[in-house]
């Protein structure tokens, strides 16, 4: 069994920055595949970022260049920093420990 919480989310500019975090416990977490998903209203949820247990990443297009996805293995937190951010980014945000353990998500929007 693995508890996730995300955090970080809020209201934020077009054109600024967030960063996400989310705390993970119940397993060894070093050991575990993580990803940040996303899903807007209306929409089905998408994979935003992914991070292996080897630190590997993978990213959707259309945030390559502007997201960042690292892990912190001694803190058990994996973490999505959001730079650049558009109102298309806007969604509540969820944390994945593979292969099916989510967190409660966190909102982020992006509006002026």
């Known amino acids: 069994q693995v508890q996730l919480a995300e955090s970080g989310g809020g209201l934020v500019q077009p054109g600024g920055s967030l960063r996400l975090s989310c705390a993970a416990s119940?397993?060894?977490?070093?050991?575990?595949?993580m990803g940040w998903y996303r899903q807007a209203p209306g929409k089905q949820r998408e994979l935003v970022a992914g991070?292996?247990?080897?630190?590997?990443?993978n990213y959707a297009d259309s945030v390559k260049g502007r997201f960042t996805i690292s892990r912190d293995n001694a803190k058990n937190t994996v973490y999505l920093q959001m730079n650049s951010l558009k109102p298309e980014d806007t969604a509540v945000y969820y944390c994945?420990?593979?292969?099916?353990?989510w967190g409660q998500g966190t909102q982020v929007t992006v509006s002026s």
């Open positions: 119940g397993k060894i977490f070093s050991n575990v595949n």
């Open positions: 991070i292996s247990s080897g630190g590997n990443t």
């Open positions: 994945k420990a593979f292969p099916g353990y």
